[in-house]
């Protein structure tokens, strides 16, 4: 598949800025997370996205974002 099918599944996609690289740099250094997860976090920030579905549960420690874990939605 290819990267062009992305917005004909329905998937918005956004920049990523260096606002918002600036903003993730603040978050891993506050919650010791990986680069790529502070990186979603900042977007989520300014998307004022709370709820997350993933297997990483160092994120469950985040304030303010709301993380279900594959098990929660079986």
């Known amino acids: 598949h290819s990267v062009r099918q992305i917005p004909r599944m329905g998937v918005k996609t956004r920049a990523l800025t260096p606002a918002l690289i600036t903003a993730s ?3 891993r250094t506050q919650y010791g997370i990986l680069t790529n ?3 979603s976090v900042a977007v989520m920030q300014n998307l004022r996205l709370t709820r997350l579905v993933s297997h990483d549960s160092d994120l ?3 304030a303010g974002l709301v ?8």
């Not at 993380?67 to 079986?74: E, G, I, K, N, T």
Request: proline share 6%; hydrophobic share 40%.
């Open 60 to 62: 469950k420690n985040l």
């Open 37 to 39: 997860d502070s990186v």
């Open 67 to 74: 993380v279900y874990q594959p098990q929660d939605l079986a």
């Open 25 to 27: 740099e603040a978050i």
